[in-house]
Antibody, heavy 121, light 108 residues
Framework: QVQVVESGGGVVQPGRSLRLSCGAS????????MHWVRQAPGKGLEWVAV????????YYADSVRGRFTISRDNSKNTLFLQMNSLRAEDTAVYYC??????????????WGQGTLVTVSS | EIVLTQSPATLSLSPGERATLSCRAS??????LAWYQQKPGQAPRLLIY???NRATGIPARFSGSGSGTDFTLTISSLEPEDFAVYYC??????????FGGGTRVEIK
C-alpha cells in the first residue's frame, strides 16, 4: 500500500518559520526527484520547489526563493521544506509530489494528502 | 514564464457524454504537457504526461492530444467519478513549472 504523508503544517505568525516533512511507505523516493506544490484555499496549483534524487540540483519558484529551502534524507525516505520569513500569501495546502524521474521529467506521479499552512497574526 | 490558459472554466455535462477540455500555452512547449484530476479534499492525480501518454492505472476513456501551443484532454464517456477539476501543467521551459487555472467538470 502506497502512502505519502506530509506533516508540520499549522498556524504561524508572519515572519516566523515552519518546517514541513514528507515521508513515504510502500514507494521509494530515493531514485526520484521530489517536489513541493502548494494550493491556496479555493485556488489553483502552484509549483514551489524541486530537489533532484541525489540532492545535486534544487530549483525554486521566484515567490519563495531565498526564503524556502528544500532538502531530503534518502536514508529515511524523507523530504523537507524549511520555510522562513513566512507571509500571508504563503497560506496554502502544501503537497509533496514524486517526479516520474530523477528530476528532469518534472511531472508528478505520487502525491501526499497535503498539509495546511496558515500564516496569520 | 510560460502561461497556460485552460478553457472553458466550467463544463456542464451529463454522465455518458464526451468531455473536451482545452489548454493553450503562451509559447510552444513541444509535447511537454501533463494533465491532472483533482477531487474536493484530495490531492491531484496524474492522468496524462507528455501530451498523450496515460499514466499507470488511468482508464482508456481518458486521452490527451496536441503539441506546440494547443492541447486537449478528452474523456470519451463521463463516469460519475470523473466530475472534478482538471489542471494542465507544462515542463518545457522551467523553472518555473506552471499550471493552468483549471477546468471544473460538473454534472448538468
Amino acid at each position: 500500500q502506497v502512502q505519502v504523508v506530509e506533516s508540520g503544517g499549522g498556524v504561524v505568525q508572519p515572519g516566523r518559520s515552519l518546517r514541513l516533512s514528507c515521508g513515504a511507505s510502500g514507494v521509494s523516493f530515493n531514485s526520484y526527484g521530489m517536489h513541493w506544490v502548494r494550493q491556496a484555499p479555493g485556488k489553483g496549483l502552484e509549483w514551489v520547489a524541486v530537489i533532484w534524487y541525489d540532492g545535486s540540483y534544487k530549483y525554486y519558484a521566484d515567490s519563495v526563493r531565498g526564503r524556502f529551502t528544500i532538502s531530503r534524507d534518502n536514508s529515511k525516505n524523507t523530504l523537507f521544506l524549511q520555510m522562513n520569513s513566512l507571509r500571508a500569501e504563503d497560506t496554502a495546502v502544501y503537497y509533496c509530489a514524486r517526479d516520474l524521474s530523477a528530476g528532469e521529467m518534472a511531472t508528478f506521479d505520487f502525491w501526499g494528502q497535503g498539509t495546511l499552512v496558515t500564516v496569520s497574526s | 514564464e510560460i502561461v497556460l490558459t485552460q478553457s472553458p472554466a466550467t463544463l456542464s455535462l451529463s454522465p455518458g457524454e464526451r468531455a473536451t477540455l482545452s489548454c493553450r500555452a503562451s509559447q510552444s512547449i513541444n509535447s511537454y504537457l501533463a494533465w491532472y484530476q483533482q477531487k474536493p479534499g484530495q490531492a491531484p492525480r496524474l492522468l496524462i504526461y507528455d501530451a498523450s501518454n496515460r499514466a499507470t492505472g488511468i482508464p482508456a476513456r481518458f486521452s490527451g492530444s496536441g503539441s506546440g501551443t494547443d492541447f486537449t484532454l478528452t474523456i470519451s464517456s463521463l463516469e460519475p467519478e470523473d466530475f472534478a477539476v482538471y489542471y494542465c501543467q507544462q515542463r518545457s521551459n522551467w523553472p518555473p513549472l506552471t499550471f493552468g487555472g483549471g477546468t471544473r467538470v460538473e454534472i448538468k
